[in-house]
Structures are given as C-alpha cells and as structure tokens.
C-alpha cells in the first residue's frame, strides 16, 4: 500500500512537472507567472481577463488555474514537495501559517513591509487577525465571506438584536410550527464561533499562546448553542436556506453572504420579502460574526518573485476589487472586497451594503494557528457531543482543551 501511494505521488509530480516545462515554452526575455485559485472556472476567467490588463502595463503574462476547495490543500503540499508550486496561491485564511512554518512562502511582511502596512490599513480587522501571526505575513487577502442573519420581513417584523430577543422570536415561531436554520456552520466551530465572541470567549488567549477553549463563557456559549437546537427546534439536519426561506417554515436562517444572490436566483417568488441583518447581540454586547475568506500569497519556490507580487497587488486595487464583485454577480459566483476602499466602489443596494459592512467591522476569523486546520475538529466533536448526545459542555470543552493544547505545542 504505502508503495502505491509513493508511486502514486511521484507521478503527481512528473506530470505537474512536466505542466511547468509546457509553460517554459516562451520567448527568453518574457516572464510568465502560474497562479492556483481555489474557485470556480467563472472566476478564473475573470482573473484571466483581468491578467491581459496587467500584461499590458507590465508585459507579465499570467496563467490562472483553479482547484477545488476539496482537493486544494492536498494539492499545494503535494506540489511544495515536489518541487513545482505555483508562483502565487490563493489558500485559506490559515494555511499561510501553515504552509510559512514549512519555508514554502514569502513572509511578504518581510519583503515588502511598507506596501503590506498600507495594505493592512485597509483590511477589515477581523480578516487580518487571522492572517497575521509572530510578525509575519503570508498573504494577503482575496476577498472575504462573513456570517449574517437572513430573515422573512413580511413574517418578522424586526429581526432580534440579542440573544434574548432570539430566543424569543423562536418561541413564538415554534408555536407556528417554523424555525431558524443554519444553512452554513451547523453543528460545528464556525456556528459555534460567533457566540463564542458575542460571550466573551475565545479559542486561545490574544497571544495565541495558551488555550482557553474551556473558560466560563466558552461553555456558556456552548450551552446556548446547544439550546438553539435541543430548545429551540434548530434543524440538525441540512435544509437549505432558500428552501426554507420561500417556504416560510424557517422566516429566519444564518449563512454566508453568498446566499444573498442564491436567494436572488433559486427564490425569486419571494423578492422584496426578505432581507439581511447584523447577528444578534452576546451578554457582551457585541455582535462578532465569523468572517472568512481566501488569501493570496507568494511561493517560495517561485522564480518570479516581483513579477507575482506587482500582481498580487494589482489585484488588491480598490477598482480590480469591484470589478471581480461585478463579474462575479453577472456569473452567478460569489466574491467580496476584503478591502473598505473597495466597498466604496460596489455597485450595491446601499441598505444590505451597510449591513455588511458593518457586520465585517465587527467580526473575526479563525485564529492564526498552524495547527488550527489540524484541530478544529475536537471543537467539532465537542459540540456534536452536547447537541447530539446531551454531553456536560464544560467536560467536552475540556477535552477539546487538551486536543488543542497538543498541537499548539508541536
């Protein structure tokens, strides 16, 4: 077995090589850069577009592939192993962490400090607090997805404010025989997430050198999580948001920003009945939603190091940024600016952009920990293990504690 799965790498490798070795097949004076997106072909295409522009300026050429979410993290290390990674990758918010302890990027924060300070004044806090860690940048945002509250306004009048108000709203909507659903993050760290911030709690200390998954308002939140479903009648199962939004069985759902245009396509019966929300307040007063997103960074192997870099940048501009968005509603996909100027440039309905825009302004990522990817699923365990099983919260957070505490420690 172990024999077939070296064969099975190698290969991966000669025939990623031999990709690499076609792309060399140019004039000796130009430069050409390979770029992964993880996303959809639509998507690349746009970048492709976008690429003849910067051609033009530059005489860069840039070629953009892209990969699966599924297949993409795989993919990048298998490529840093064998020698043929892209020139740029865009990778989850933490995988630059992750793949910067391996040597296998540009700390850009390094290279390019002031050019990655300015950027950084531009980014929504939350997005940069996950990409950011001991002083070193490996990428820099691409865009971003937040987390926000859909409901029925031709069901509920006003959306709730606080966790009070929420839970109050369910009651009365379960005497109906309706409901909330989470149609992304059910029964799991990035539902949890947001609750876990609006309590006062979080996964690791500001230093991110001790684990704190187990405080009082870690287990708060999780009781109030798990009432959400065992209390509250919040589906365990998968229903899909514009499902139960056209139905009206469940008037109120949390999701991504990307249902926004989901809801525009699969429920136009119901336009004008809808709209979206800042998540409810925690005892902290605070709404913090999950805020996430994809990052772009700088291979170490690359041998067009500047040439990737001037384009990583070019992506960046506020104007490129709205254009992407612009794009991406005319193909049926999903993007957001990670960056305020490039909000300023959407050609948006104003109310949803300035509940989203306030929302980003109170949100964060995952923490930026190398091991995160590794260990989020303890926290997943622990969770399912209250809901599903009516386990202690303050027990399963403990063992999820320990789970955490080892890998912060490799």
Not at 125 to 130: E, F, H, Q, V, Y
Not at 190 to 215: E, H, M
């Amino acid at each position: 077995m172990r024999k077939a799965c070296i064969l099975f790498l190698i290969s991966c490798f000669i025939f990623t090589g031999c990709d690499k070795v076609a792309e060399n097949k140019r004039a000796p004076d130009e430069i050409e850069i390979v770029m992964w997106l993880i996303g959809s072909e639509a998507q690349a295409l746009t970048i492709k577009e976008l690429a003849e522009e910067f051609y033009s300026q530059t005489k860069v050429k840039v070629k953009c592939d892209a990969i699966s979410w599924g297949d993409a993290h795989s993919k990048y290390l298998t490529s840093i192993v064998g020698g043929v990674a892209p020139d740029i990758g865009t990778i989850g918010l933490t995988w630059g962490t992750e793949f910067g302890r391996l040597d296998s990027m540009v700390d850009l924060k390094k290279e390019y400090p002031h050019e990655v300070n300015s950027i950084k004044e531009t980014v929504f806090t939350g997005l940069w607090n996950s990409i950011e860690h001991e002083g070193k940048v490996y990428g820099i945002p691409f865009d971003m997805t937040e987390y926000i509250l859909y409901y029925r306004n031709d069901i509920i009048a006003n959306p709730p404010g606080t966790w009070e108000e929420l839970v109050n709203l369910l009651t009365d909507l379960n005497k109906k025989g309706q409901g909330m659903i989470f149609d992304w993050g059910s029964l799991s760290w990035i539902g949890y997430s947001p609750f876990l911030w609006q309590a006062g709690g979080d996964y690791y200390d500001k230093d991110l050198t001790a684990v704190t998954i187990d405080s009082e308002a870690a287990v708060k939140a999780m009781q109030f999580f798990a009432d959400l479903y065992t209390k509250y009648n919040v589906p365990k199962t998968k229903i899909p948001l514009e499902q139960g939004m056209r139905t009206g069985d469940f008037p109120i759902a949390i999701s991504g920003n990307w249902k926004i245009d989901d809801l525009r396509l699969l429920a136009p019966e119901i336009a004008g009945k809808w709209s979206i929300a800042a998540m409810p307040k925690g005892p902290t007063g605070k709404g913090t939603a999950f805020i996430g997103g994809r990052i772009m960074g700088v291979f170490s192997q690359s041998k067009n190091k500047q040439a990737a870099w001037e384009f990583i940048k070019f992506l960046f501009k506020p104007e490129i940024q709205a254009r992407l968005y612009e794009a991406a509603l005319t193909k049926q996909d999903t993007y957001l600016p990670p960056s305020v100027n490039g909000w300023n440039m959407l050609k948006m309905d104003q109310k949803f952009k300035d509940v989203l825009v306030a929302q980003a302004n109170d949100a964060k990522g995952p923490p930026a920990v190398a091991s995160w990817d590794s260990c989020a699923k303890y926290v997943d365990e622990a969770i399912q293990k209250v809901i599903l099983r009516k386990a202690d919260a303050k027990k399963e957070l403990g063992i999820a504690k320990t789970q955490l505490e080892k890998f912060l420690k490799k």
